[in-house]
């Protein structure tokens, strides 16, 4: 579909209710409807939303990014919401990665190549991820009153984290290792509350206020924040 100078991506397929989505980094909009909705329906539910659109839009574009990485010494690296200078340290032994003070210090050979420096990191933001989301879990499955399944943490470019609904599992960002903490808690529970409500509707927003009164805080302080280079917010 295209409404002037926009273009919408339309997906008819076996659901109830349209869902309407802007995905970084350029703003593309797609738009999934159930199979009996007509054009003419459609059309008109996009350009009720086109103002939240095009703020979306500019949202994604204007946010700021991190430069390229090139890891090399001295380069700001984050860890929970702190920034530290990375310091490369030549081993002969198996690659390490420890914070003393500012400094992130990766102990690695001297043949190293980027692509392998950037692995090492990215493996140990990961694990750290790991270790602190089950904690967070715990926490909010009592006063939430829902289970997670199961949690995955990976690479994702165009989101923060999703959820799967059906098999009561979430997935997390391992962006989300650079982030504050609070940042973390806020998209786990964000994740947890659509296995409660999967789309994002006002049922969806009442239970974020009930669970989470500050999560609009956590929300903006999270886009705030500078990403990656290729990535965007939430």
């Not at 939303?49 to 700021?64: C, D, G, T, Y």
Request: with cysteine; glycine share 2%; hydrophobic share 35%.
């Amino acid at each position: 579909m295209k409404l002037n100078d926009l273009d919408v991506e339309i997906v008819q397929k076996n659901i109830k209710h349209v869902h309407l989505c802007v995905y970084p980094p350029e703003g593309r909009v797609k738009v999934s409807a159930p199979f009996n909705m007509t054009h003419d329906t459609l059309r008109v539910f996009v350009i009720s939303k086109l103002a939240w659109i095009k703020k979306q839009q500019l949202k994604f574009r204007s946010q700021e990014r991190e430069a390229p990485r090139e890891y090399i010494d001295r380069e700001s690296h984050y860890v929970w919401g702190k920034r530290y200078l990375l310091k490369i340290e030549e081993t002969e032994a198996p690659p390490k990665i420890e914070l003393k003070h500012n400094k992130l210090v990766l102990s690695i050979r001297s043949e190293t190549s980027q692509e392998r420096k950037q692995a090492i990191l990215e493996a140990w933001y990961r694990e750290n991820l790991k270790q602190a989301i089950p904690a967070l879990i715990e926490k909010w499955q009592s006063r939430m009153s829902v289970h997670v399944n199961r949690f995955y943490v990976q690479s994702m470019k165009t989101k923060w984290g999703s959820c799967s609904y059906h098999s009561g599992s979430i997935r997390l960002n391992t962006e989300l290792a650079k982030k504050p903490l609070a940042c973390l808690e806020y998209i786990v529970v964000h994740e947890m509350t659509h296995l409660l409500e999967p789309t994002h509707n006002s049922r969806f927003i009442g239970l974020m206020d009930q669970f989470m009164p500050k999560w609009r805080f956590y929300r903006d302080e999270l886009n705030r924040l500078p990403v990656r280079y290729e990535e965007w917010g939430y």
